[in-house]
C-alpha cells in the first residue's frame, strides 16, 4: 500500500480543500436536482392594501430622501438579494404631479405597465413617452431614461425588471444622466405612432433583432385586440385568449429576457393545470378569480399582482359571470434561448 493511501481521508480532504478543490462526490445530490426547485413560493401582493402605504410615504418622503419611491414585491423565498421571482422583480411606483424622477440607464431591461393616474410620461432616448392607464411602456437595457408628471392626481405603475437575472450573471452596469431630465430629440410617441397599425411599419427605422422599437403599447389598441377575438377564438385550455407584445421587427418578445402578454379569462373559466420552467409575475388588470398554485390558492382582484415560482403546477379559474384581464411577464425568453424551456400539463 502506498504511503498516500495509508493517511486518513480526513488528512486529504483537509488538504484539497486547502488547495481550492472539492470532492464532487459529497455534492452529486445537490448539484443535479431530478427537477427545479424553487426558492420563491406563490405569493399574491394586494393593490387595495398596498396603495395607502403608496399614497403615505409620497407624501412623507421628498425627492431628495427617496429619488424613486418604489414599494419593491418581495418574495417570501427570495429576500436576500431582494426578488419577486427567480429571475425576475416587480415592483409598485408612484409619482405625484410637479414631480421628476433623475434620468439614468442600467442594463437591466424594464418596462412600466400603467396602473392609475393621468399626464406623466417618461423619456426614453429622447422620446416623451405618455402614459394611460393599461399602458406597457419599455425601457429596454441601457437605455436613458426619466419621469415627469404635469397632471393631477398620484400616477402609479408596475415596474418590471429582469435585474436578478442581470445581477446573477454578474453583467450589471449603472449610470446616472449628467442633467436631471433629458431634452426631447424626437416627437412625443413617435415609436408607437410608427408601428401601430402592425403589419405596416416603416422601412427607414434600422432593423432591432435584441428589442422592440416601440416605446408605448397603447392600452387602447391592446384592448381591441383582445375584444375583437374573445368572443370567436379558441384560445388557450392553459391560459385562455392570451396575446404577446411582440416586437414588430422579429415576431418575438420585446426584449431577450422577458416575454409580456395579456390575457383575458372568459366568464365561468375552469382552466387546466401545467408547469413550466420559466417563473411568471401577474398583474390583475380587470375581473377576479383565482390561480390554484400546487396547494395554495390565491384569491386575486382588479390591481393585485401575483408570482408563480418556476416549474409549479398552476391553474387559473374565473368563476365569475364577468371577463377577467391579466398582464403577465416571464424569463421564457432567456431559458429558451439557452435551450433550458421546458413544459408540460399536470394531470
Known amino acids: 500500500m502506498t504511503a498516500s493511501r495509508s493517511r486518513p481521508d480526513t488528512d486529504h480532504y ?31 401582493w394586494g393593490y387595495q392594501r398596498l396603495r395607502p402605504h403608496m399614497l403615505h410615504f409620497a407624501d412623507a418622503l421628498s425627492l431628495e430622501e427617496a429619488e424613486r419611491r418604489v414599494l ?36 437591466a431591461n424594464a418596462f412600466r405597465f400603467i396602473i392609475e393616474g393621468e399626464g406623466a410620461y417618461t423619456t426614453v432616448d ?15 437595457g441601457w437605455h436613458w431614461h426619466d419621469h415627469y408628471h404635469e397632471g393631477d392626481g398620484p400616477m402609479m405603475w408596475l415596474d418590471g425588471l429582469d435585474y ?15 442633467q436631471r431630465l433629458q431634452k426631447p430629440a424626437t416627437p412625443d410617441d413617435l415609436s408607437s405612432r410608427q408601428f401601430i397599425h402592425g403589419r405596416l411599419n416603416p422601412t427607414w427605422v434600422p432593423r432591432n433583432p435584441v428589442n422592440s422599437p416601440i416605446g408605448n403599447y397603447p392600452w387602447t389598441e391592446t384592448e381591441r385586440a383582445l375584444t375583437s377575438i374573445s368572443d370567436d377564438a ?3 385550455l392553459y391560459d385562455g385568449i392570451m396575446l404577446e407584445y411582440t416586437n ?38 380587470a375581473g377576479e378569480g383565482r ?29 365569475s359571470t364577468g371577463d377577467a384581464t391579466l398582464m403577465s411577464y416571464t424569463d421564457e ?13 399536470v394531470d
Open 14 to 44: 483537509a488538504e484539497i480543500e486547502e488547495l481550492g478543490a472539492s470532492p464532487l462526490w459529497r455534492y452529486y445530490g445537490a448539484i443535479f436536482d431530478s427537477e427545479p426547485r424553487s426558492r420563491a413560493v406563490p405569493y399574491l
Open 72 to 107: 419593491m414585491l418581495v418574495n417570501p423565498g427570495m429576500t436576500e438579494p431582494p426578488a419577486t421571482v427567480n429571475n425576475l422583480y416587480a415592483g409598485i411606483q408612484i409619482i405625484l404631479p410637479g414631480e421628476t424622477a433623475q434620468a439614468h440607464r442600467h442594463t
Open 126 to 140: 429622447g422620446e416623451r413617452v405618455h402614459m394611460h392607464p393599461g399602458d406597457l411602456l419599455l425601457t429596454p
Open 164 to 178: 436578478p437575472l442581470t445581477n446573477a450573471m454578474e453583467a450589471g452596469f449603472f449610470e446616472l444622466y449628467g
Open 234 to 236: 379558441t384560445g388557450s
Open 248 to 285: 414588430p421587427h422579429t415576431g418575438g418578445p420585446v426584449m431577450p429576457t422577458m416575454s409580456c402578454r395579456i390575457s383575458r379569462l372568459p366568464a365561468r373559466f375552469d382552466g387546466r393545470a401545467h408547469q413550466h420552467t420559466s417563473s411568471t409575475i401577474y398583474h390583475v388588470v
Open 291 to 319: 390561480t390554484e398554485v400546487g396547494g395554495t390558492v390565491l384569491q386575486w382582484g382588479p390591481k393585485d399582482v401575483f408570482a408563480i415560482p418556476a416549474w409549479a403546477p398552476h391553474r387559473h379559474v374565473n368563476a
Open 333 to 345: 425568453p432567456a431559458q429558451r434561448a439557452l435551450g433550458f424551456y421546458r413544459e408540460r400539463p
